[in-house]
């Protein structure tokens, strides 16, 4: 499959990687066609990887990841343009982290509205996902680091772009029972609050490889 990655950091870098290994054709995008972390991540990767900008990669993949950060996502999906997105799953695990006091950050938006909503009204053509926001990239693309059985959850409108979403998650390694379809996009707003409770458990233990573990009875 041939697949867009948005944004070169971390999150980035590390699930296009991964997806390469898993034999998917990636193009990462960024604000301009030059960027040196995407053409230091294709020299890395190889063959089926190039870069572009995100008008570029949007434009190229037949699925989309928006791996930018959560301040920069909609003008990022902006860049990328609204018929690249069009009919397209747009995998979205980003977060509204607001850094502009420090750490540890707040969220820009919350409670009543969520970035994943955002950005769905915003590019009402694309079908956004929100997955994967609740833990350590590593993990994202390699459930399997942890010992034990852990959770990832997912929000969205349209019950399609979720089936591709779990298959996308099932090729990172995760089981069909540790991914949760939470509902619509709306259920981003419960996702993306977890990330005050998620930085100050990393800032307490100084250690970013955990997730969480849905435990019921009965």
Do not use: Y
């Not at 909503?117 to 693309?141: D, G, H, S, W, Y």
Request: proline share 3%.
């Amino acid at each position: 499959m041939k697949i867009a990655v948005l944004g070169t950091g971390m999150v980035g870098d590390t699930i296009a990687s991964r997806l390469v290994e898993l034999g998917h054709e990636v193009r990462m995008g960024s604000r301009t066609a030059s960027n040196e972390k995407a053409a230091a991540w294709v020299k890395k990767a190889g063959a089926m990887a190039s870069a572009g900008t995100f008008a570029d990669a949007a434009g190229f993949g037949e699925l989309i990841v928006n791996c930018t950060l959560g301040a920069g996502a909609a003008e990022a999906l902006s860049m990328a343009g609204e018929q690249h997105l069009s009919g397209k799953t747009v995998i979205d695990v980003s977060n509204p982290l607001d850094f502009s006091k420090g750490m540890p950050p707040s969220l820009f938006v919350s409670n009543t509205d969520s970035l994943g909503e955002q950005l769905q009204r915003r590019f009402p053509k694309a079908k956004v996902v929100k997955a994967l926001n609740t833990m350590n990239c590593a993990i994202m693309v390699n459930p399997r680091l942890l010992p034990d059985t852990h959770h990832t959850f997912l929000s969205g409108d349209d019950a399609g772009a979720k089936a591709e979403a779990r298959a996308l998650l099932k090729q990172f390694g995760w089981r069909d029972d540790e991914v949760v379809d939470l509902g619509d996009i709306t259920t981003a707003r419960g996702t993306e609050s977890v990330l005050p409770i998620w930085v100050r458990i990393w800032g307490a233990t100084k250690n970013g490889l955990f997730n969480f573990k849905l435990v019921t009875k009965g």
